[in-house]
């Protein structure tokens, strides 16, 4: 056994690194996650705020990394080709990128700047938070648009990059400013989605809550950033989009049914009772009520994800797939046909 160990990890440090520190985050995840069902006790209160602190601080570490992923995917797309002399293009890349994290964080103080300076009740500001949140969260699940996002975001990237690199040897300032305008684009996107996102979860459990969250999503951002860029390693970024993306699903559940007794709150929609069985902790981590209206919405949630991915399917694989095969029957129909004619005559 420690043979093996002492191989694999010889062989393989970057791997069994990454696995590792993996392993550690999951034990202690699942620490958090006894901790708090053990400690969270009584009722669920439907006038009350349900996400603990623990389950806030999961979600936004799980948004934070996976739009983190999303940000280095398109980073490695853009720098795959600067190896050997072009490797210096990488600097103006790297700068941008830098930048629009600052940016980010100011914007994250721009964003609460503005919601403190709107004169409207607290409750009504964290419903309609609450619902910018859930569009935001939308947009980042939704297969259809990936699909389209991937082909055209990364595309539109490597299209400019090639234009940049062609004129770099009769505008070297040009270049280097637009390839820091390509990193920045790629970062401050992802990073101006997290900021509206985590508005909503801010003013449920405060801005520290939230922070020590965007800190666990950073540190698993660098280490996978790390890996890329500095040791070169080539890690399974598709497998781990789409187990973050299943995780992300169970966070939509969640700020939908915790929206949903927002706007409850706020009186901005009605509170139907039903009697089913829902025990408390579904309450506190997954912001599951006996109500009509929260569990509508989280099935209606569901069923837009669900649904944007077999439309994906289907525009990208299944109607193509059919289309070939038509064709190729068509064809086939046509070739014996010409064959008599040709004989006929």
Known sequence: MSAFLKNYFTNKPWKAVFQLVLLVAGLIIVGALVWQGINAGGVPDPTAAHLSEGAVILNTGLLVFREGLEAILVLAAITASFVGKKQGYRRPIAAGAGIAFIASIATWFIAIAVISSINAPALDIQAATG?????????????????????????????????????????????????????FSAVYREGFEVVLFLQSLRLQVGSLVVLEGVAVGLFFTIIVGCLTFLANQKLPYKKMLIFTGILLGM???????????????????TTTPVNLPIPEWMGVWFAVFPNVESLCAQAVAAILVIGSYFVSQYVQIWRPRKLAALRQQSTAEVAPADTANATGA
């Open 251 to 269: 966070v939509l559940i969640v700020m939908v049914g915790e929206s949903a007794q927002e706007l409850q709150q706020a009186h901005w929609i």
């Open 131 to 183: 619902l910018l949140a859930i569009v935001v969260l939308l947009v980042i699940m939704n297969w259809f648009f990936h699909k389209i996002y991937w082909t055209g975001w990364i595309s539109m990237h490597n299209k400019r990059r090639r234009e940049l690199v062609g004129q770099a040897e009769k505008q070297p300032t040009n270049t280097m400013l637009g390839l820091a305008l390509l990193g």
